[in-house]
């Protein structure tokens, strides 16, 4: 199998997508509501995986653009061919943590990721102020937003205390089952 065909079947293997049915409209850069953040816009990361060079794959990887990218879907709904680009940067995203090489920028949204994940884990639900101390400790940004909590706790729209579902056990197989694969957690 070349090279080409298989960056291209990897990601279709990983996401479902068939990223070499991209024709290089440029529609999806165009709605890209992050285009402007991007190092790479959407259709342009679309042509660096057809080129199944392993460079090209590595700086996609590497990239910022998979980080900024919203997942709100909008290259999708004008995409003639239907690409779902947004499943493939979650796939890019997994691929990148796993090889420990993504790009600096994304620091804080990969302590905000783990942060939520780890609220839903331990309880099944997300306890807002469990989650915002912990991403405050993977950040150090330890007072960022704090003179908001006052005024939050008092509308009751944060709570003191976790709440947790009846059957954790199940979301902890779930979390067995696909986390903890990436470097660097
Ligand atoms: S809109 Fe679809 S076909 Fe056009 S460049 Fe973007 S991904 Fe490719
Ligand atoms: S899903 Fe990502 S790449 Fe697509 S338009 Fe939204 S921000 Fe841009």
């Not at 709605?31 to 402007?36: F, K, L």
């Not at 199944?52 to 990218?69: A, T």
């Not at 499943?87 to 783990?114: C, N, P, Q, W, Y």
Request: aromatic share 6%; charged share 25%; hydrophobic share 35%.
């Amino acid at each position: 199998m070349s090279e080409k065909k298989s960056i291209a079947t990897h990601v279709k293997s990983t996401s479902g997508v068939d990223v070499m049915h991209c024709y290089q409209c440029g529609k999806c850069t165009a709605g890209c509501v992050q285009a402007e953040r991007m190092d790479y816009p959407p259709s342009y990361i679309m042509r660096l995986l057809q080129t199944g060079s392993q460079e090209n794959y590595e700086k996609v990887l590497r990239s910022r653009s998979i980080w900024v990218c919203l997942n709100c879907e909008n290259c999708y709904e004008r995409c003639p061919q239907s690409i779902d680009i947004p499943h493939v940067m979650d796939m890019l995203r997994v691929e990148s943590l796993k090889r420990g090489i993504a790009h600096k920028d994304a620091s804080k949204i990969i302590a905000f990721h783990r942060s939520f994940l780890s609220q839903i884990k331990n309880t099944g639900r997300l306890w807002e102020v469990g989650m915002e101390a912990e991403y405050k400790l993977r950040t150090m940004d330890l007072m960022q937003d704090v003179c908001l909590v006052p005024s939050m706790l008092s509308k009751g729209k944060l709570s003191i205390l976790p709440e947790s579902i009846k059957d954790k056990a199940s979301v902890k197989k779930i979390f067995d089952r696909t986390v903890g694969t990436e470097k660097g957690k």
